[in-house]
């Protein structure tokens, strides 16, 4: 299939539910396709994340020609996730997610900065992804727990079931380690459950944070938004990035204020009325659950504040 530069800026996923020729795909041999790419000439960025944490938003930021572009959620990463999920040969799948991410490298214009943003179930393959690409500069964002806690909550049913299944694949993965067995698990609210699959996250982060400290550095949805102009300034240092104060300026002033999915009209205080109705039919469970989680953390050794802050100045 063939996606331009306008279908990726408007897709909020480049997966086949937001790819219009998904189902008439043009086959190309891996090795073709490779052979028509210079690796050499490519460079990458990652932004890992939490989810309903602005990491769409902030890959619309680098939707920038002849500077950068950016790569939101591809499936095929998704996919490679689901063959490690079926049990796939770790060296199969390293050999082609190495592949993978050199074709999802590609710029559309000769200098510019592929960053990728995987989808978040694809966390358990991050660290590879990171060692596959020594140049890379990356970036962990995640929204704060009690504002993760308010966004599951806000989608009622349909958030409810996604954090299960996330974390049915974080348990497949060895990332939850907490000390539950699997009839505890079971017993758990739903919101308990988000709440397990985001401290997974937040220790994966932790661990990737201090492996490698010279170029991993880790933010909050809420200070991006605090401090978008700050934010972007150092995100392209970390990435490489040639860019100027004026440029980020139009940036905060056009994507900042749209809905990174739907692309409407959308501020910081659209954000903040979602989490008060949120917190008004949920509050108590959002303040039971937060309570738990920091017991759960606190046990495990686990901080709430990811290491490597990109302000240095603030926590992250």
């Known amino acids: 299939m063939i996606a331009d530069r306008e279908l990726r800026r408007e897709a909020p996923f480049l997966i086949d539910e ?37 990491s769409t938003l902030l890959a619309n930021a680098y939707d920038r020609p002849g500077v950068a572009t950016s790569v939101k959620e591809p499936v095929l990463l998704n996919d490679l996730t689901g063959w490690r999920l079926r049990g796939g040969a770790p060296d199969r799948i390293g050999a082609i997610l190495g592949d993978a991410l050199t074709l999802l490298a590609r710029p559309f214009e000769p200098g510019e900065t592929t960053i990728i943003k995987p989808s978040n179930v694809v966390n358990g393959l991050a660290p590879a992804m990171v060692a596959a690409r020594p140049e890379a500069g990356v970036l962990l964002i995640h929204a704060p727990l009690e504002i993760y806690l308010a966004s599951i909550a806000n989608k009622g049913l349909r958030g409810r079931l996604w954090v299960r299944e996330l974390l049915s694949k974080q348990l497949k993965e060895g990332l939850v380690d907490f000390g539950f067995t699997g009839d505890d698990i079971f017993k758990q609210s739903d919101l308990q459950i988000a709440a397990l699959g985001w401290l997974a996250q937040q220790r994966l982060f932790t661990r990737m944070a201090k492996a490698w400290p010279d170029r991993v550095r880790s933010t909050s949805s809420e200070t991006l938004l605090a401090r978008p102009l700050e934010s972007l300034t150092a995100l392209d240092g970390l990435f490489g990035i040639t860019s100027d104060a004026k440029s980020r300026g139009v940036i905060v002033n056009t994507t900042f204020r749209r809905h990174a999915k739907s692309g409407e009209s959308f501020t910081v205080d659209n954000r903040l009325a979602e989490q008060k109705v949120a917190t008004e039919l949920h509050g108590d469970e959002i303040t039971l659950v937060y309570d738990w989680a920091q017991l759960i953390a606190e046990q495990s050794g686990l901080e709430f504040t990811l290491p490597n802050p990109l302000l240095t100045n603030i926590a992250s």
């Open 18 to 54: 937001f790819l219009p020729d998904a189902g008439s795909p043009i086959i190309v041999r891996r090795t073709d396709a490779l052979t028509a790419t210079n690796a050499d000439s490519t460079r990458i960025g990652f932004i890992f994340h939490s989810a309903y944490c602005c």
